[in-house]
């Protein structure tokens, strides 16, 4: 296994180690937008950072995910999201964490969805590496 395999498993662990909060959190009436939100675009970033380190792309350290999806991209692959989505996700990292007044560009439904989405498709890719 090649250390850029190995490091895209491990970050796609944390990916849905994240997702599983998400998803104990989304049936509950209670669960603030602002705390989905956070967990679906935390666990996005995790499962674009896995691709990009097993396509070998050089990754800064950040939350935005327009950074990210533009890297794997440029380097040729293809998401199932456009890179619009998954914008609504960035203000989710940390200006809602820190902001009682959340304007939502996006529902509980479609941050469960764009979760899902990303997650499998990194998933595919990086089991198709083995």
Not at 39 to 52: D, M, P, Y
Not at 79 to 108: C, G, H, K, Q, W
């Amino acid at each position: 296994m090649t250390p850029q395999l190995e490091e895209a498993r491990r970050l796609l662990r944390l990916a849905r180690r994240v997702q599983e909060t998400f998803d104990l959190l989304y049936p509950l009436p209670k669960a603030s937008l602002a705390a989905l939100g956070f967990n679906a675009q935390q666990a996005v970033e995790k499962s674009l950072k896995a691709v990009a380190t097993l396509r070998g792309i050089e990754i800064r350290r950040t939350h935005d995910l327009t950074a990210l999806v533009q890297g794997i991209e440029n380097d040729g692959a293809s998401l199932p999201l456009d890179i619009e989505a998954l914008r609504r996700l960035n203000p989710f990292a940390v200006e809602y964490r820190y902001n009682d007044e959340i304007i939502p560009a996006t529902s509980r439904d479609e941050l469960r969805e764009m979760l899902s989405v990303i997650i499998d498709w990194a998933t595919n890719i990086i089991e198709a590496s083995r």
